[in-house]
């Protein structure tokens, strides 16, 4: 309960701001988008994982607020980048279910969109796993009604649950993400990368495209780049980052 209060007073004090962790494209090793990611960094300078807090926001409901925040901010954010000539950059934005299973959830999609004026093919939502085993029939007709605004969707941390192929293949989903879990094991046995390329085979099978999170080094890149999986994200490439961090980053990559 104070760390509900803390987090109320928080927002209300721009506490709470998105950084953004570039995704690339592991042939060209270009940026191809960014993942916006909610931070927390309390006067005393202390950080507050997402991990912490997003489940503080989901009970107490202020995460409907929250999440639309993150998401204008996202689209505004992606909107001036557009406007520096990055044209070709998707933004990604993460959901949670108690927000995609509001009443108004696709109302407050659409009225972000209008607002900032960013273009939905640019924009995707990363749901997770776990929360597209639920209720089947209710997230298979969110997800169409998402797809007609344009806006893309992505399954984070794939590989931790256990979505069948014939349910997949029902999900109008765009992207993959490979969870880091199976990214920092590619490394390790020669097991070890199994999941990841059934993962990457899954994707080719049902065309979706797929990213590996957590790449941390160049060995992990290289395995899966040479498995078919066509984009990355993690502390090799680039640390989640402020907008201004974001711009100059890119400016300077270009
Ligand atoms: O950025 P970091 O690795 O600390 O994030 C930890 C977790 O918090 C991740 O699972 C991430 O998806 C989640 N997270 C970060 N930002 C947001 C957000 O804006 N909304 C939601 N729902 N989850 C977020
Ligand atoms: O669950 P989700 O994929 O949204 O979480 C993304 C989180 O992973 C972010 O909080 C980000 O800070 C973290 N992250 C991104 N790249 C790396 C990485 O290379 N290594 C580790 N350990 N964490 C990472
Ligand atoms: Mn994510
Ligand atoms: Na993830």
């Known amino acids: 309960v104070r760390m ?12 709470l701001f998105v950084v953004y962790q570039p995704q ?6 270009r940026p191809v988008g960014a993942e916006a990611l909610l931070r927390w960094q ?11 807090f997003i489940p503080i926001a989901e009970y107490s409901g202020l ?5 639309e925040w993150v998401l204008r901010t996202a689209c505004r954010e992606l909107v001036l980048l557009r406007e520096q000539g990055h044209r070709d950059f998707m933004m990604s934005v993460n959901v949670s279910q108690v927000q995609f299973r509001h009443p108004h959830f696709l109302d407050m999609l659409r009225q972000a969109l209008d607002d900032t004026q960013a273009p939905p093919e640019y924009i995707e ?13 209710l997230l298979i007709k969110m997800l169409w009604q998402v797809k007609q605004t344009g806006v893309s969707i992505a399954i984070d941390d794939f590989g931790t649950g256990f979505s069948s192929l014939s349910y997949l293949q029902r999900l109008q989903v765009d992207r993959l993400k490979i969870d880091r879990a199976f990214v920092t094991e590619i490394t390790g046995s020669a097991r ?3 999941i990841a390329e059934m993962v990457i085979q899954l994707g080719r099978n049902l ?14 890149a290289q395995i899966l780049q ?11 490439f680039a640390r989640p980052m402020t907008a201004a961090a974001l711009a100059g980053w890119l400016n300077n990559d270009a």
């Open 42 to 52: 309390t006067p005393d300078g202390k950080f507050i994982s997402p991990d912490r």
């Open 63 to 67: 995460i409907i607020e929250l999440g």
């Open 192 to 194: 070890g990368s199994s």
């Open 24 to 29: 690339i494209d592991l042939t060209t090793r």
């Open 4 to 15: 509900m209060h803390a987090l109320r007073t928080a927002f209300g004090q721009n506490q």
């Open 207 to 220: 065309g979706l495209a797929v990213i590996a999170e957590g790449v941390e080094d160049e060995r992990q």
């Open 226 to 236: 040479a498995l078919g999986c066509p984009l990355a994200q993690g502390f090799l």
């Open 125 to 137: 939502l990363e749901i997770t796993e776990s929360m597209a085993m639920e209720e089947p029939d």
